[in-house]
């Protein structure tokens, strides 16, 4: 039987007190940190699936299919837009969420990237938007092994 994330029981390191109230539900403190988590891992692997097809796109436009060009552009825009979110999502992650600060400087450099990987594109100044675009990719998906690796409120040093 699965639960959700709002009833599974409080993750407490040594010497902290479970976020509770009286009654013994989770307080708000306790919601606060888990939906800021759920939102940067959904929109984390959002962005990681849009990104993995972008390179089938330019490969099927490359074999001689034009048209996939228009949807290679469509879904850099997708990008574009999930990148932007997901640097809100990290702001929430760290206030109210209790998380750490770091991922709003990566999500804003992935944010910055993309938009200058939809420059290279679009100027069609391939030797630079390839490698970009592989270096995105790399950094998208290592932020996705992070996201779901993290667990707020274990202590940094925990095994």
């Known amino acids: 039987m699965t639960q959700s994330l709002e009833t599974l029981p409080p993750e407490e390191g040594p010497g902290e007190e479970p976020d509770e109230t009286p009654a013994g539900r989770p307080g708000p403190a306790r919601a606060a940190r888990r939906w800021p988590l759920v939102v940067l ?82 100027s069609r100044n391939l030797a630079v938007h390839i490698p970009l675009g592989v270096a995105l990719v790399a950094g998208t998906t290592a932020l996705g092994y992070w996201v779901f690796a993290y667990r707020p409120g274990r202590p940094r040093n925990a095994s």
């Open 41 to 122: 891992r959904t929109l984390v692997c959002a962005l990681t699936l849009l990104m993995l097809i972008q390179p089938v796109l330019a490969g099927q436009f490359v074999t001689g299919d034009t048209d996939l060009l228009d949807l290679h552009a469509l879904n850099a825009t997708f990008i574009s837009a999930v990148s932007w979110i997901l640097v809100a999502a990290a702001v929430t992650l760290w206030r109210p969420g209790g998380g750490p600060v770091w991922p709003i400087g990566v999500t804003l450099l992935v944010a910055g990237l993309v938009e200058a990987q939809s420059g290279f594109g679009y």
